[in-house]
């Protein structure tokens, strides 16, 4: 079975720091993996996915995540926060040879101090 | 922008009683989901929907639960007799076509509390 882990439910920066969000799968297969972000109360938003062409993805508002099979890993970044990046962000696997289905992480709270 | 909309936003309902959770897709969308979130755990797969049939269901999905697109617009899910842990965000979702890359658009999400 495929699984994400999201490192820290919880993470806070400077305006203008470095947003670093870490993302671990687990599958069997070469899966494809996707980033969405939560603003609130409002519904679930692709920020990007990976489906094997390159490794390195980039999305919107910024936002890129590398897929690093050694590491099993797909963290997402962004070079310089701002404060309308406060958000709840989920990663999520698929698996390509199988159903469409998504398999969630827990979550990361982003906050962003002014 | 064409958007997944979910009605009501927020339900309240006592336990036993049945609820039926409402999704309008976008229109030439031909996949269907549900997913729900209870608070503070992770966003958990339902059900999967296409042609009128579910393709897949959770161990969650049991007889309690049911989808129905009743018109060609709309797409439900009813819990028949509600638990108190049933009470968790639901979210809608739908795809243009198969394939596990295609984006997968949400709504923004039904709040199911059962007391």
């Known amino acids: 079975a495929q699984s994400v882990t999201q490192l820290g439910s919880h993470v806070s920066v400077s305006e203008g720091a470095l947003v670093l969000l870490r993302c671990n799968y687990s599958?069997?297969?070469?899966?494809?993996l996707f980033w969405y972000v939560q603003y609130p109360n409002q519904g679930l938003q692709l920020l990007l996915k990976y489906t094997s062409a390159a490794t390195l993805v980039k999305g919107i508002n910024g936002f890129e995540a590398e897929f690093k099979k050694s590491e099993t890993s797909f963290h997402l970044t962004k070079p310089s926060a701002h404060m309308s990046d406060a958000a709840e962000y989920f990663c999520?696997?698929?698996?390509?040879?199988?159903?469409?289905?998504?398999?969630f992480g827990t979550g990361t709270r982003l906050t962003i101090i002014p | 922008e064409p958007e997944v909309t979910q009605t009501p936003s927020h339900q309240v309902t006592q336990m036993g009683q049945e609820v039926i959770l409402r999704c309008v897709p976008i229109?030439?969308?031909?996949?269907f989901y549900w997913y729900r979130q209870i608070l503070g755990q992770k966003v958990e797969f339902l059900v999967s929907f296409y042609n009128n049939e579910i393709s897949e269901k959770s161990e969650i999905f049991d007889d309690q639960f049911s989808v129905e697109r009743p018109d060609g617009s709309n797409f439900t899910l009813k819990i028949r007799s509600t638990k108190l842990e049933d009470s968790a965000m639901y979210f809608c979702?739908?795809?243009?076509?198969?394939?596990?890359?295609?984006?997968?658009?949400f709504g923004q999400g039904t709040r199911l509390t059962v007391v």
């Open positions: 599958s069997s297969v070469p899966p494809y």
């Open positions: 999520a696997v698929s698996d390509r040879f199988g159903n469409e289905k998504l398999t």
């Open positions: 979702a739908s795809r243009t076509s198969g394939g596990a890359n295609t984006e997968a658009f």
């Open positions: 229109s030439n969308h031909l996949y």
